[in-house]
């Protein structure tokens, strides 16, 4: 069956660095775009970014609160996508999930919730100040 499973999160500091994974099984990164979301405590879910199968249709996109700061990428055979995130802050804290695309490219709204079929348990990044 269709999974995701994000790790990786934990704690770090402001201005510091923190990979997390999002590793896919039941379907294969050649036929699915992947996007990352995050929720902070009493706010909504935001997209954050997100990466097709190829670059074709400008992707990735990524918000512009993390765009210079994070980067997203994928490694088809450890059937993994990463989010990189360099330069963190303290609004960077929360809930990061990601999820598969019904498609496999990104649309330029990529980052309603409704564009995605699964979606993984999530993991906690927490930035100290």
């Known amino acids: 069956q269709v999974q995701l499973v994000e790790s990786g999160g934990g704690l770090v500091q402001s201005g510091g660095s923190l990979r997390v994974s999002c590793e896919v099984s039941g379907f294969t990164l050649d036929d699915y775009g992947i996007g990352w979301f995050r929720q902070a405590p009493g706010k909504e879910r935001e997209g954050v970014s997100c990466?097709?199968?190829?670059?074709?249709?400008?992707?990735?996109y990524y918000a512009d609160s993390v765009k210079g700061r994070f980067t997203i990428s994928r490694d088809k055979a450890k059937r993994t996508v990463y989010l990189q995130m360099n330069s963190v802050k303290p609004e960077d804290t929360g809930v990061y999930y990601c999820?598969?695309?019904?498609?496999?490219?990104?649309?330029?709204?990529?980052?309603?919730?409704?564009?995605?079929?699964?979606w993984g348990t999530g993991t906690q990044v927490t930035v100290s100040s």
């Open positions: 999820a598969r695309d019904r498609g496999p490219y990104c649309s330029g709204s990529y980052d309603f919730a409704g564009w995605y079929d699964y």
């Open positions: 990466i097709s199968i190829d670059s074709s249709d400008g992707s990735p």
